[in-house]
Structures are given as C-alpha cells and as structure tokens.
C-alpha cells in the first residue's frame, strides 16, 4: 500500500509512524485509519529489525479524533464498517508485541485520545491537551484503555464532564509518562527510543503478554504465572546469564574508575 495520510520511518531499529492530515488536524477519517492499521499489520511485521515504534501527529498536533466531516455523510453500513475498522486497529496496537511509545503534542480527542492511550509509553509536549467529548454528539468515548491507565473514578470524570486537560493535569493523573517542553519534545522522544530499542525482544513480548494476564488473575495466580515465566526466560538460552555477567563486570570497572 502506498501512504498517503501517514508517514513511515524506520531507522536502526525504531520505526516512526506519523499521522500526516495536518490541515484536517489530524482527523480519523476511514482511509487513514486503513493506513495505520496496515503499516502495524503489514509493513512492520516484514521490518523484523524493528523494536520500537514512535507513533505521533507531529510537533503540532495529535489527532482531532473522528473526521466530523467525513462521519456524518457516510451510509449506515460505511459507519458499521468505520467502527469495526478502528476495533481492529485498538485491537492490534492493544496487542503489539514491540515497545510502542504515544509521542503527543497539541490536541488528542476522542479516537485521537483513544490512539494515544494504546502507547506503553506516552511522552507528552506541555502543548498537549487530552479529551473525551463523545458523549455531547451522543454516544460513548473508549473506556477499557483509560480505565487500565487511571482508574474507574477519573475515567467516570473525563467521560462525563467531557472537558479536556492539559498535559500537566494528565501527568498528575498518571495518564502520561512525561511533560517536557515544545523544543525539547523530539529530543525526548529520541532518547526514550534509544533506551528502550536495548530491551531484549523476547523479554519484551513476555512482559507486554504479563501485563495483559496477570490483571485478570487473582494475586496467587498472578505471582505463580509471573515466577514462571522468569523461570522460562532464564532457562531459554545464555543471554540472561551473559547480561548479568556483562552489568556486573561494567559495575566493577565503575568502581574501580572512581577516584577514592
């Protein structure tokens, strides 16, 4: 397929999908939505080198959410086919087995929200500003992803009041990971990638999979599931003994670098 709303980059292993409908403030419309959907399905799936996506609109702004201008013109079947298309991309990126990270600057409403809320890691600018306004159009914002970031009584909140917060205010509310400024926001962006691209792959698609089940399971279950999984990861090859090896020897040769 040939991108024509998004941008895709991929250097070393991180890849960069950037939402490119910046006079349409990046609204979902169907075709974009297709996009996205089939660079995560396809695209990165053929870029096995890949650890780590950044998914972003910009500097400028995040996503407007829903194309109103799109939504309302479009048939009864094409709407049932717009919502099923965006449950399979939350669905995928809900999914993914590689470290995402949600870099958001400006505005991210409604399905714009719901994207950014799909990061493992959301980096925002203190341009940011995070809302749900579904329910003044009449019908229900996506609860399940902020519900898992903030809890049931501040997911109540921004659902019903329907107003939007500022980064600041997200960050206090454990919606996002970090606030930085505007001209320090790709900077920031870079080094979290850089960090994070280092994880073992196989170590990261255990972790991601844990979280996902041991929410489910009682406190009994969960530790017993978690202990062996380490069990599995450590017994699976050397990497795990030569990673500690290496992190000891570095931290011996640190300390006999230091003056006494």
């Not at 960050?171 to 080094?191: K, R, W």
Request: charged share 25%.
């Amino acid at each position: 397929m040939e991108y024509k709303l998004i941008r895709v980059e991929v250097m070393d292993e991180v890849a960069k999908i950037e939402m490119n409908r910046k006079h349409e403030m990046n609204a979902l419309s169907h075709h974009m939505l297709r996009e996205i959907d089939h660079a995560f399905n396809y695209f990165l799936k053929d870029e096995s080198n890949v650890r780590l996506v950044v998914f972003t609109g910009g500097d400028e702004c995040f996503s407007a959410g829903m194309d109103l201008k799109e939504i309302p013109k479009l048939s009864n079947d094409y709407i049932a086919n717009y919502f099923m298309l965006a449950c399979k991309l939350y669905t995928t990126l809900m999914e993914y087995e590689k470290i995402l990270i949600s870099a958001v600057s400006g505005i991210a409403f409604g399905g714009g929200f719901n994207l950014a809320l799909m990061g493992d890691i959301i980096i925002a600018s203190e341009s940011a500003i995070f809302g749900h306004p579904e329910i003044k159009y009449g019908f229900n914002p996506l609860l399940t992803p902020l519900i898992a970031r903030v809890g049931a009584a501040k997911s109540k909140e921004l659902a019903l009041r329907a107003e939007p917060i500022g980064a600041m205010e997200a960050y206090q509310m454990g919606l996002v990971n970090c606030v930085v400024a505007p001209e320090h926001f790709q900077d920031e962006i870079s080094s979290w990638a850089s960090k994070l691209s280092e994880r073992p792959p196989e170590v990261v698609r255990a972790l991601k999979r844990a979280f996902d089940v041991v929410s489910r399971l009682d406190a009994k279950a969960a530790i017993e599931y978690e202990m062996e999984m380490m069990a599995m990861l450590f017994n699976t090859g050397d990497d795990t003994r030569m990673r500690m090896q290496n992190f000891i020897q570095q931290r011996a040769h640190e300390r006999d670098q230091t003056p006494d």
